[in-house]
């Protein structure tokens, strides 16, 4: 069996970006991915300006603390003031443009009005050159990349774009992932349960991931535990996807259609890695149609047990699709961080325990590890990847993989 490392550059080797884009309206670009780089209109700020209620002045002009100085103008936010004459103040607000021959800000709190005064201010603090002052393009130049193609559009990065003077940006058109569900002994919530039977967790748990990443995502519902209905439901699903992703069928019992199915209608690169929970995945293609011009769509096939099918998601389907989106992909985020926990039941696999940020800085262990307990991923706030053969020990430095940083 491959290791996850293995699995994982595998994938992400087969992986290749959507070639399409759209320019769409920056409101409606939230969660999609930009397709080119973005160019500024402007400068960000279009002029030299405050960052502090104060008062421009000329440092030249201040011999030492306390010095007297005239208030000549007023600057509000919104205006621009007239140059700044030898031995006079500006009085101007945070966001305001400092006026030409002013060459620093002193905050208010250091300054104080001379007693029976109304245009002279004390200079209680002598400034730097530049305090107090955001200069002119300091955050953004026009003309130069303000964001770069690959990115993640998150409200920052539209604050951004506004800041650029941008009204549309060119994104790439949304993945297409088609998923289906296979096993007899399952209802939706709602029905009837059969006997022996269960609710589907995994439709709704993997929809969801589906939808955080910005993918478009066809529900093909529960298919029956024939090989029949699950060759068509594939061929179906290849149409118009770029992906399909199952769950469940892909162990080696006699009702685990999803792997003669998918080599029927097209090929498997990948089956079983050496990882717990989720040993069983499977990784292929299936034709969009007979004739082979017409190309292929992924096939990811994940474990029908709840919590090896979100595992598998966050840490397989999930990076791949990334690259389908055009961003970056590869290794997940993680920490060094302390196991205040014993976990000696040591394993060949890499084990993904579910764990819990505690109030002392360490991780705690759900009690129950089974690949069954979906409780586990919703009481957690991570996983700790361990290592083959690899025991752990309250007070062990271990790898700790957030999931917030597993379901963007």
């Given at each position: ?12 080797s087969?992986?290749k ?18 397709a080119?780089n ?7 700020p ?5 960052s ?23 600057i509000p936010a ?6 700044l004459e ?7 607000f945070?966001?305001?443009p400092?006026?030409l ?28 050159v ?13 003309g130069?990349?303000a964001l770069t193609?690959?990115?993640f559009l998150?409200p920052?990065?539209?604050g951004v ?21 296979t ?13 022996g ?12 991931c589906?939808?955080s990443?910005?993918c ?6 529960i298919v ?9 439901t594939l ?15 892909v ?7 999803i792997?003669?199915?998918v ?6 690169d ?23 011009t ?9 474990p029908?047990?709840?919590v090896?099918?979100?595992?598998t ?19 997940a985020?993680?920490y060094f ?7 000696l039941?040591?394993?060949r696999?890499?084990?993904?325990l ?8 360490g ?5 129950n590890?089974?690949s ?11 996983l700790v ?6 025991a ?11 999931f ?5």
């Amino acid at each position: 069996m491959l290791t996850a490392q293995q699995a994982l550059d595998h994938l992400l080797s087969h992986a290749k970006a959507v070639a399409e884009s759209e320019s769409i309206p920056m409101q409606a670009a939230l969660g999609r991915v930009l397709a080119k780089n973005v160019d500024s209109l402007v400068d960000v700020p279009p002029l030299d300006n405050t960052s502090m209620d104060g008062y421009a002045v000329r440092t030249a002009d201040l011999q030492n603390s306390g010095s007297i100085l005239k208030i000549a103008q007023r600057i509000p936010a919104g205006s621009v003031g007239t140059q700044l004459e030898s031995g006079t103040v500006a009085r101007i607000f945070t966001g305001a443009p400092v006026p030409l021959g002013a060459d620093a800000v002193v905050m208010q709190e250091d300054c104080s009005i001379p007693e029976g005064s109304t245009d002279q201010v004390q200079v209680n603090v002598m400034p730097l050159v530049g305090q107090w002052i955001r200069r002119r393009g300091e955050d953004l130049k026009a003309g130069k990349t303000a964001l770069t193609a690959g990115t993640f559009l998150r409200p920052q990065e539209l604050g951004v774009a506004a800041s650029a003077g941008l009204t549309h940006l060119n994104v790439k058109r949304r993945v297409k992932v088609a998923a289906f569900f296979t096993g007899d002994e399952l209802s939706l919530p709602g029905e009837p349960l059969k006997p022996g039977g269960i609710y589907n967790s995994n439709r709704d748990t993997l929809l969801a991931c589906l939808k955080s990443l910005g993918c478009d995502a066809t529900d093909f519902g529960i298919v029956p535990d024939k090989l029949n209905a699950t060759k068509e439901t594939l061929r179906k699903a290849s149409k118009d996807h770029d992906l399909i992703i199952t769950s469940g069928g892909v162990s080696v019992g006699e009702e685990d259609h999803i792997k003669p199915a998918v080599m029927a209608e097209g090929r498997l690169d990948l089956w079983q890695i050496a990882i717990k929970p989720g040993k069983p995945l499977a990784f292929g293609a299936v034709r969009k149609s007979v004739d082979p011009t017409d190309g292929e769509t992924w096939f990811i096939g994940l474990p029908g047990n709840p919590v090896s099918s979100f595992v598998t998601f966050l840490l397989f389907v999930r990076p791949f699709i990334l690259k389908l989106q055009g961003r970056e992909a590869g290794q997940a985020q993680s920490y060094f961080m302390r196991a205040d926990f014993d976990w000696l039941k040591v394993d060949r696999r890499n084990e993904f325990l579910r764990v819990k940020l505690n109030s002392s800085g360490g991780l705690d262990l759900f009690p129950n590890q089974s690949s069954g307990v979906l409780t586990s991923a919703s009481w957690g706030d991570g996983l700790v990847d361990c290592p083959p053969n690899q025991a752990i020990k309250a007070g062990d430095l271990v790898k700790y993989i957030p999931f917030d940083a597993l379901l963007k």
